[in-house]
């Protein structure tokens, strides 16, 4: 690359590689853009490297540990179950490895321009992107923002040492003894439940009434059971005041209703949420571009900022973080860009916890289809009175579907339990095409299978149960 203060034209610049970047280059590089990716650090972003893929690689360990130890109502035994946490790690790295192993060779397959570095903004149409050994100057005819987020720290529990976030977690190099999770939410949850299964006590602090407070207590209830199951001491209605830190160990002081407690582990892991990366070096003061009071990028329903030919999509932006989120809106933005008319529309946008049970949802919950004067009916179906499930040993949890009593529009569902990931797809699509609670009821349902709990869920929905008695 040509070094200096001549500028060097390109149609798309595009900050950031993670699940929302790198599918716009594709998508931008498939309808005819030049297009250049930069990113710091990893191709694939916290997703791949830092979030989504090593989390779930660590939760299916977890799971496969657990289920080696009680896996005898199947009548099957195990002895001396160990787990080498080493060995454990080497295998995540090995799939984050191979997960931006591909993403590498989907950009250069589709003859996308990379850059290791980071980016300034100059003006509205140049940016200098620069690492160690290089720093040219590029003019762009388009820019998309997708430099996603990082963990909020909190100012009483700085990172560092055994105050760690979600990064450092995936990464111990033992199981530790004990852990305080600060915030019950998706991520204190998962990591939290996957460390209490490897045989850590695990305490949680959520400041809301129940766990997961992103989700209706009736699904969050059987993760509240199952982290009972394993240890997990949960105080909710509890507030973080400090903490005192050993070169062995962290003591955490904290309130429920005014009675303050103490607690000392061997690892503090704070998930209290997340921050858009707006700030630093990026320079987008320099260019006026508009953001609100959290930091976050205003964007129209293409993605497009303040600034005309300047987008941003994913975590930057407002919404939900999640990386399908991204992704969709990094489709948008890019074909907005070629010229297309499309645009976002998060109604099938479906948010999915790997906790134990799983739990996912997509569409309106009930308590929103009332809150929006909608007479809603409601049908549900238990794990436990399908076949599939119980040959699974996995008869813990239900499905929900929430329809439009009157046209009998499926509005929206709900899944806790196992598998409820992979369920959720089914019933986005659902939603997305505008599908009513007979065309699920019409539609043939393999057997035996986890999926016929949504056919039996429409069936009640609609006043003829087959599999379970009527009211």
């Known amino acids: 690359m040509v070094v200096g203060d001549a500028s060097l034209d390109i149609d798309l610049l595009v900050i950031g590689a993670g699940p929302g970047g790198y599918v716009a280059a594709i998508r931008a590089a498939q309808l005819g853009e030049n297009v250049l990716i930069v990113d710091k650090s990893d191709w694939g972003g916290v997703c791949l490297n830092r979030g989504c893929i090593p989390s779930k690689a660590l939760i299916s360990a977890a799971h496969t540990y657990e289920h080696a130890q009680h896996a005898d109502s199947m009548g099957i035994s195990v002895e001396n179950v160990k787990v080498d946490f080493a060995k454990v790690q080497a295998w995540k790295n090995s799939i984050v490895a191979k997960q931006t192993g591909g993403v590498s060779a989907l950009l250069k397959g589709n003859k996308i321009q ?16 620069f690492n160690d050994a290089e720093a040219p100057r590029y003019r762009f005819k388009h820019c998309i923002i997708a430099t996603g987020s990082r963990p909020i720290e909190l100012k009483a529990f700085p990172y560092g040492g055994r105050i760690i976030s979600s990064t450092e977690a995936l990464n111990l190099p033992e199981i530790p003894k004990s852990m305080i999770v600060i915030g019950g939410g998706y991520i204190g949850i998962e990591l939290g439940q996957t460390y209490a299964k490897f045989g850590t006590k695990v305490t949680v602090l959520e400041g809301s009434d129940h766990v997961l407070p992103g989700f209706e207590k009736e699904l969050t209830k059987l993760v509240a059971r199952n982290l009972e199951k394993v240890g997990v ?11 005192t830190k050993t070169d062995n160990d962290v003591t955490v002081t904290f309130t429920v209703k005014g009675e303050e407690k103490q607690v000392t582990a061997d690892y503090v892991l704070v998930t209290v949420g997340r921050r858009p990366n707006t700030d630093g070096e990026l320079g987008l003061d320099l260019i006026n571009l508009k953001l609100t009071d959290r930091g976050l990028i205003e964007v129209d329903n293409q993605g497009r900022t303040s600034i005309p030919h300047i987008f941003a999509i994913g ?157």
């Open 114 to 129: 990379t850059f290791q570095g980071e980016v300034m903004f100059i003006n509205e149409h140049e940016a200098r992107v």
């Open 233 to 243: 001491e949960v105080h909710t209605e509890a507030l973080a005041q400090s903490c």
């Open 315 to 471: 975590d930057v932006v407002p919404g939900l973080s999640l990386a399908h989120k991204a992704s969709y809106e990094a489709k948008v933005a890019a074909e907005a860009i070629a010229g297309h008319s499309s645009i976002v529309d998060y109604k099938a946008m479906p948010a999915v916890v790997f906790s134990d049970p799983e739990i996912a949802g997509v569409g309106l919950s009930e308590t929103e289809a009332k809150a929006q004067g909608i007479n809603v009916t409601i049908g549900k179906f238990p794990y436990a009175a399908n076949g599939r499930a119980n040959s699974l040993n996995a008869g813990q949890g239900f499905v929900k579907l929430v329809g439009d009593k009157e046209t009998g529009q499926l509005l929206g569902g709900q899944i806790v339990g196992p598998e409820a990931s992979n369920l959720i797809g089914e019933l986005a699509l659902a939603v997305e095409m505008g599908a009513n609670l007979e065309d699920i009821a019409l539609t043939i349902h393999a057997h035996p299978t986890l999926t016929e709990m949504i056919m039996d869920a429409a069936e009640g929905a609609l006043g003829h149960p087959i599999h379970q008695l009527g009211k």
